[in-house]
């Protein structure tokens, strides 16, 4: 691949990741509960859900999209109700300060949920499919042209989610008492809800 190519592909992710979806709303408002950590940690699920779009594209996601096409839809609405549970128990969630603490610290799930929410989102299906194959010879990619590929998609999707994380973990700073963190629950909650109905309804 030229320069120009990985130039080209740069920029296009960055427009893509720029549009707000599913992995934004989710990151922002984890973020505004838990803290910069879980963000972060989300962040890096969906990073490594790109690696493996990537990784499938070069060896053919379309034909892994028809094989599969039933097992991506159940991945997608099982996702869909991960978040929306999520977002109820946050909306109904009565911690004070200690007990939000102390969850902050339980974030083993993060990674998992961010690279969920990332492989069953559909724009990034159909970027993977339809317009990846216009920015990258997948026939003929070298070892090192995928690890480009890669650094290209680190460098343009993780900036824009941590830009998210530290956004909404600045909006929790604000949160200095429990009233203040009831209010900021019912706001995380309710958009991590949105967000997983926002998946199931999206074709």
């Given amino acids: 691949m ?5 130039l080209a592909l740069f920029l296009a992710m960055v427009t893509i990741g720029a549009i707000p979806g599913p992995a934004v709303f989710a990151v922002t408002s984890a973020s505004l509960v838990s803290g910069a950590r879980r963000g972060i940690l989300m962040s890096i699920g969906l990073t490594l859900s ?5 990784i499938l594209a070069i060896s053919g996601l379309s034909v892994v999209a028809e094989l599969m096409g039933e097992a991506f839809v159940i991945l997608k609405y099982l996702c869909a109700l991960y978040l929306l549970w999520m977002g109820v128990m946050l909306f109904r969630s009565q911690g004070g300060l200690e007990e939000e603490n102390l969850n902050r610290t339980n974030h083993k799930s ?8 990332s492989f069953s989102n ?8 339809a317009l990846f194959p216009a920015f990258v010879d997948v026939n003929a990619v070298s070892f090192s042209e995928v690890l480009g590929i890669m650094l290209c ?3 343009a999707f993780g900036p824009i989610n941590l830009a998210y994380t530290f956004l909404g973990a600045r909006a929790k700073k604000f949160a200095t ?3 203040r963190l009831s209010w900021l629950r019912k706001i995380a909650g309710s958009v991590m809800a949105g967000t997983g109905v926002t998946i199931a309804l999206r074709s």
């Fill in 153 to 155: 998609a680190t460098l």
């Fill in 110 to 117: 993060a990674i998992l949920t961010g690279f969920l929410i």
């Fill in 177 to 179: 008492t429990s009233e």
């Fill in 2 to 6: 030229s320069i120009e190519s990985y």
């Fill in 50 to 54: 790109d690696y493996v779009f990537i």
């Fill in 122 to 129: 559909p724009k990034a299906i159909i970027f993977y499919v």
